[in-house]
């Protein structure tokens, strides 16, 4: 069906507008192993991961190592064992975060939820490194270093999901956006549009993906995304897929 309808009452379909801006915040998209990821999900993880190592690095720099130690770039056996811890709690940390949903816009939304998730995949990290060193001795790290790592990346990683989360919501308020997906999530954008958080000309459900939004919301199209974004009105696509 072409997506060349213009506006309705109900502002499901709005008319085309010029200059479109491909992308939201939470895209383009990268595909990995058949599983669309929004850019700016890899971009936040990228970021935990320089977080969790500048934490753990100012960890054993207030504990036990100088920052000669951790910028030496010869094969010592202690910059060796340094580097290696600072690689497993970087390892341990994004495991549990992940664990934890800190890396789902679903779980992130409510910064209230994100306090706690924070504090229980900290938890989880300090019990698996505890276990980690029971059985690798030369791996473990001082509690004089592993605690300000874990106080430090714990304030970090809020500031970064405040930051995410403010930014999300000033892009989708800017402009109409056109939703990939029709399912469970696209369902939550379309109780918030219905509050008036989000301004949306319709929904993209893939083919096969079940429909739980208004079926008279959905815009079918074999054309590219960025077309039919064109053709909508949207100034931008999110992804609301699960």
Not at 26 to 46: A, C, D, E, Q
Not at 152 to 160: D, V
Not at 188 to 199: H, K, L, Q, V, W
Request: charged letters at 15%; glycine letters at 6%; hydrophobic letters at 50%.
């Amino acid at each position: 069906m072409q997506t060349d309808q213009r506006a309705s009452g109900d502002g499901s379909i709005a008319a085309p507008v010029p200059g479109l801006r491909k992308w939201s915040i939470g895209n383009p998209v990268i595909r990995l192993f058949h599983i669309y990821v929004p850019s700016s999900l890899m971009v936040l993880f990228l970021v935990d991961v320089a977080v969790l190592y500048t934490s753990i690095s100012l960890g054993l720099i207030y504990s036990y190592a100088s920052v000669s130690d951790l910028l030496d770039n010869t094969e010592s056996l202690r910059f060796q064992r340094i580097h290696l811890q600072r690689i497993l709690f970087v390892a341990v940390m994004m495991l549990s975060l992940f664990t934890m949903g800190l890396h789902q816009r679903r779980y992130i939304a409510e910064l209230k939820m994100v306090v706690l998730r924070l504090a229980a995949s900290h938890l989880m990290a300090f019990v698996m490194l505890t276990l980690v060193f029971y059985f690798v001795p030369s791996a473990r790290i001082w509690l004089s270093a592993l605690l300000p790592a874990l106080a430090i990346s714990s304030f970090s990683l809020f500031i970064c999901r405040v930051m995410f989360v403010r930014a999300a919501k000033v892009s989708l308020f800017r402009q109409p956006v056109l939703i990939l997906g029709a399912g469970a999530q696209a369902r939550r954008i379309e109780m918030a549009e219905a509050r008036g958080r989000i301004r949306c000309v319709g929904f993209v459900a893939p083919e096969g993906s079940e429909v739980e939004v208004s079926p008279h919301r959905i815009v079918t199209s074999r054309e590219p995304l960025s077309e039919v974004a064109r053709r909508c009105g949207a100034a931008e696509i999110v992804v609301g897929l699960e």
